[in-house]
């Protein structure tokens, strides 16, 4: 089981594929690397895919104490992975949470990112009483459990959907992962949790994805501000809730293969 020693402990990453065009698979809080399995076989016959689990999520070290689980401490371990292995010139593919850290990512080292691709991103939400009384919930201890989120936010009955909720289950009731769940759902009231303005410091082509029935990131709201404020991001609006690649793996494959065929033109 490969892992990266870093500040924040070990971090459980796979590395699949061929060739030296790097594709950094980020999941959503909660969820785990295996969330991205629709769409694994698909991209790592032309590229090296590497995805991690965030700490406290699949086989990574939970943060201690549990309380520093924020945007920052995720993002920093994004940093840390880079680093770690060397990448440069990299495709960030983010799913919420793990949206967030691509195009953070992105917008303050431009350099080291070729593109991006942002599926129902975090970041790009305006703040109001109800989204801070949202976060504040999700915070505490009257959280809407993990379980009963992905019932509204994942869509259809796929496999990878069911296999999707069926790990969310299985999460359900352990103290470390349900702890880090409201940590993060906390840090999304942070000044650095809005890259409404900083998003505007992406250079690299971008692809967006959001769902219309997510009920978690607004394809309505959302979805507007980070086309606008991001230059250049083509945006699709799926028929899908929160991970269009599970629910609807060939509809996001049609999309994505396309755009990296157009990043990496001599990818094998």
Known sequence: MPMLTLPQGKVHYRKMGVGTNYLVLLHANPGDSKDYNAIIDALTRNYCVITIDWPGYGTSDAPEPIDKASVNYFYDVLKGVIDEKALAEVTLMGNSIGGYAA???????????????LISPAGFTNHNAMTRLFCRLQASSLAIPPIVLANFYLKGGSTWVKTMKSRALKEYGKTVPFAINRAIWRSMLLPDADLREKAKNIR????LFFGQYDPLVSAKHDAKIAQAVIPHAELHISETGHAVFAESPEYFLGFVLKFLRKIYPNAA
């Open 103 to 117: 195009a953070r990512y992105a917008a303050e080292f431009p350099e080291r990112v070729k593109s991006l691709v």
């Open 204 to 207: 690299c082509p971008t692809l």
